[in-house]
Antibody, heavy 118, light 107 residues
């Protein structure tokens, strides 16, 4: 059974940092591209970042470029999102998502809440 | 970035109705379009990939069509468990984008 379990969310002041982790199991993690998607309270889904299977290529939304860094450790079956210079508008539930060959997001974690507030 | 729009933003329907949701891309995305269902407090669930392919385990009352810039999600014979918010997403570009969502609620 495919499982994606996020951790690392919490409350942080503006300008602070957090690192999210996503532990993957039930599939060959090293062969799949992965992404982070976020959802602000009461709002829609917003793509944040994606990484290819061997971590040689990454992509970011304009709103987080230069502040967030996606990475992965295929030996540990873990995806990461390092978030720096956090802003109030980064407050959201962050989902770890597997990308299927078709490009669709076929498995989602349960999400971890990040709250940026003074 | 490729912009995605959806219409309507919300709709009210009854059990047994046929519902159609439209998604439009700001440029051609070929068939690189997926549809998701999200219920309150839950993670989204993949329904349709590659514009018209039904994800394993998804009921056949869900169907997708379209290519290029215009796409449609159809739910035939709406069931109580289908009341949710639906999102489209393009995966043509490396910078993926979602539509704003369509909320389907009970009339």
């Amino acid at each position: 059974e495919v499982q994606l379990v996020e951790s690392g969310g919490g409350s942080v002041q503006p300008g602070g940092s957090l690192r999210l982790s996503c532990a993957a199991s039930g599939f060959t993690f090293s062969t799949y591209w992965m992404q982070w998607v976020r959802q602000a309270p009461g709002k829609g889904l917003v793509w944040v970042s994606r990484i290819n299977s061997d971590a040689s290529d990454t992509s970011y939304a304009d709103s987080v470029e230069g502040r967030f860094t996606i990475s992965r450790d295929n030996a540990k079956n873990t995806l990461y999102l390092q978030m720096n210079s956090l802003r109030a508008e980064d407050t959201a539930v962050y989902f770890c998502v597997r990308i299927a060959v078709s490009g669709s997001a076929d498995y989602w974690g349960q999400g971890t809440l990040v709250t940026v507030s003074s | 970035d490729i912009q995605m729009t959806q219409s309507p933003s919300s709709l009210s329907a009854s059990v047994g109705d046929k519902v159609t949701i439209t998604c439009r891309a700001s440029q051609s995305i070929m068939h690189y379009l997926s549809w998701y269902q999200q219920k309150a407090g839950e993670a989204p669930k993949l329904l349709i990939y590659a514009a018209s392919s039904l994800q394993s385990g998804v009921p056949s009352r869900f169907s997708g069509s379209g290519s290029g810039t215009d796409f449609t999600l159809t739910i035939s014979n709406l069931q109580p468990e289908d009341f949710a918010t639906y999102y489209c997403q393009q995966s043509y570009s490396t910078r993926l984008t979602f539509g704003p969502g369509t909320k389907v609620d009970i009339k």
